[in-house]
């Protein structure tokens, strides 16, 4: 993710693995805008991510996700990014009991139309 990031122009380090919230920083060439950025990925297609309980805690104008999905094809693989502002997926979030858990996630459906949202960083330059 913070290769992609890079390609796309922008200067992006990933955190420590104790760093609660956020995967990578970044910011655009001239450090006029920063971000953190959480990932949540999925190695098959699944129609959900699953989330900590505390994503509504995490809500910040610059914090955003980016919910990958990674399909391994004959000819490699096709990877999808979707782009989502944190106050997003605070209000998609579900929560789903079982009789031994909770689970919270957010669905494919809520997220599509983020699909590719670069443009949410705002220009790298």
Not at 93 to 119: G, H, N, Q
Request: glycine share 4%; net charge positive; proline share 2%.
């Amino acid at each position: 993710m913070a290769a992609e990031l890079s390609r796309l122009g922008f200067i992006a380090s990933p955190t420590s693995r104790s760093a609660i919230g956020a995967d990578i920083l970044v910011t655009d060439q001239l450090c006029q805008r920063s971000y953190s950025v959480q990932v949540k990925t999925n190695a098959k297609i699944f129609s959900f991510w699953l989330l900590n309980k505390k994503v509504k805690d995490q809500v910040s104008k610059s914090h955003i996700y980016v919910f990958v999905n990674i399909r391994k094809q004959k000819i490699g693989e096709s990877i999808e990014f979707y782009i989502v502002h944190s106050k997003v997926v605070a209000e998609k979030m579900v929560c789903e009991e079982t009789p031994k858990a909770k689970f919270y996630s957010i669905s494919l459906k809520d997220v599509e139309r983020y699909k590719d949202r670069w443009s949410l960083f705002g220009a790298p330059m």
